[in-house]
């Protein structure tokens, strides 16, 4: 069985197998889709391939959608040209299921896959063309947070981003340079309206991409390079928008059990590859049932029914209401606390630590009673119902390969937004009391206790990759298990940085309790687990 146009010709060998097939004419959807593409997205990954395709697939079998999907790759070619077009763009997923179940689809809704190259002139010209189409009505982005930043992690100006702006939008080698000379193509081609939809999982995406477009629309204007009236094009809602998106699915990098199923039934050509810049690809993706996309409803160009594949459009200002419920209460703050204390206690799963009664009583405690109390109902999502489902049945899922090491990556990055948001609120609050939380800061002793790199049976281990690692890393490097320290003098540098913790830990009054915590943690080995049974 070949995941291809001719090994899917003998639809019997996979149905019989129990995939799910595209149920509509693919050749004639492929010619619509070329001739008048309406939606192109940029990044290539697992999740695009798990969700919005599976969206797109959906609503092509039902007759909603006439057209399918383009998908571009900026940062990794390899990715188009390993995975894409040996496949004929076909994909599978398998979504695991909390009750055992696995399902299988063959997704066949992208039509067109390019690399987002400026020196490949063929495929550059293509995209080019496409951003030309008056039937283009959105551009969406999965391309991760720092993939929208024109700055290096010192706050300087990336060289690539500031040759672009030098250069103008004739070949730009940057991520959003080439995206900002795509969307000039279609500024000279008429001012075409279009929604420039940022899907990623971080806060405001939409100002980000907001952001790092009209930058280089003002320098280009500004040095000459581009025509009067871009920056306005780019600046103006009823010309292109950058809508708000909330979105939120599950989808572990591919895993080796789940390749053997697939092998059993007699899959060929499954060996993931791993391109030379180490992104992890295979011709399969694994993910939960579970998903959330919400989109704020702004679509100058007009916009297909994807509410019908179960996308939910509504108003800024809920979509903002939906993410803070659920990246600073009723999701990440508990997948961060699992990330943390499995790496220490030696788990490999997160779904392992569920069956754990400390660890699952500790999410419990900072869901329900720390996180509910400050959330904000957004009307469209019940936040209680949220955690429900987060706690009973996404995260105990024991088909979901996903690990406390990959949740772990870039902490530092994370622990504002996730209880940082709390410690405010409380703060605020005319009935609440920062004194009152007890858990978030064990989470925050925790973290420092795993930046020692020893976990709770005093076994070295390496840390997830964490920009501030070389920062933070020097306060804990000569504590070794069993010592005596002051903590609050020597971890004070990093309690007081409210870049991290969004707050100043010692002026919330929370840094002398985080310091005790930690204490009892370095006491020896065992004491992780002792100090989480004391206090939960």
């Given amino acids: 069985m070949q995941l291809s146009e001719a090994g899917l010709k003998n639809r019997e060998e996979w149905t019989s197998k129990g995939y799910h097939l595209p149920e509509f004419d693919r050749e004639k959807v492929m ?9 192109i997205h940029f990044g290539a990954g697992n999740i695009f391939r798990a969700f919005q395709a599976n969206v797109v697939q959906n609503l092509l079998n039902e007759g909603v959608l006439d057209r399918g999907l383009t998908v571009a790759e900026g940062y990794d070619y390899e990715i188009i040209e390993k995975m894409n077009h040996p496949h004929d763009d076909y994909s599978i ?19 067109e896959s390019l690399t987002l190259n400026s020196d490949n002139e063929a495929e550059f010209g293509r ?18 947070e720092k993939g929208y930043s024109l700055v290096d992690g010192k706050g300087n100006m990336l060289p690539a981003v500031t040759a672009d702006m030098e250069k103008g939008p004739e070949k730009p080698d940057s991520y959003i340079g080439k995206v900002a000379s795509l969307l000039y193509t279609r500024f000279t081609a008429g001012a075409k309206p279009i929604a420039m939809v940022s899907m990623d999982n971080c806060s405001h995406n939409g100002d980000k991409l907001y952001a790092a477009i009209t930058a280089f629309a003002k320098a280009w204007e500004e040095n000459g390079k581009a025509e009067k009236g871009f920056y306005a094009y780019v600046t103006d809602p009823s010309k292109v928008s950058f809508p708000w998106t909330m979105i939120d699915k599950i989808t572990p990098r591919p895993n080796a059990s789940v390749e053997d ?10 060996d993931p590859v791993i391109t030379s810049k180490n992104t992890y690809v295979a011709p399969f993706v694994n993910a939960e049932e579970c998903e959330y996309l919400v989109i704020e409803d702004a679509f100058p160009n007009g916009r ?36 943390v204390f499995g790496c220490l206690l030696g788990y490999d799963l997160i779904s392992k630590e569920m069956k754990d009664p400390t660890l699952k009583k500790l999410v419990e405690i900072i869901g329900y009673e720390e996180g509910l109390p400050v959330v904000v109902n957004p009307g469209i999502l019940d936040p209680k119902e949220f955690i429900d489902t987060v706690l009973n049945v996404r995260i ?46 064990l989470v925050f002793a925790g973290w420092l206790r795993y930046l020692m790199a020893v976990d709770d049976e005093g076994n070295s281990f390496e840390l997830s990759p964490d920009p501030l690692l070389d920062t933070v890393c020097p306060y804990v490097a000569s504590i070794k298990l069993g010592d005596t320290v002051d903590a609050e003098s020597v971890l004070r540098p990093i309690l007081e940085n409210d870049k991290i913790f969004g707050v100043n830990l010692f002026d919330a009054g929370l840094a002398p309790l985080v310091c005790q915590y930690f204490n009892e943690m370095i006491a020896g080995t065992g004491a992780v687990r002792a100090t989480l049974e004391k206090y939960v």
């Fill in 93 to 111: 997923l398998v979504t695991l299921k909390a009750d055992g179940n696995v399902e299988k689809t063959v997704v066949g809704s992208i039509m």
């Fill in 304 to 339: 297909p029914a994807l509410e019908k594949g179960g996308l939910i459009f509504t108003d800024r200002e809920t979509v903002d209401k939906v993410e803070k419920m659920k990246v600073c209460t009723c999701l990440n703050p508990l997948h961060t606390t699992l990330a």
């Fill in 31 to 39: 010619a619509a889709t070329k001739e008048n593409p309406f939606w």
């Fill in 261 to 270: 199923i697939l092998k059993k039934d007699g899959v060929e050509e499954l």
């Fill in 396 to 441: 105990p899922n024991p088909f979901m390969p996903d690990t406390p090491q990959r949740i772990a990556t870039d902490t530092s990055q994370k622990l504002a937004i996730r209880f940082g948001e709390t410690i405010k609120a409380y703060q605020k609050s005319d009935t609440l009391d920062v004194a009152n939380l007890k858990r978030i800061p």
């Fill in 127 to 144: 995209l080019k063309e496409i951003f030309t189409k008056d039937s283009l009505q959105m551009t969406s982005f999965t391309i991760t």
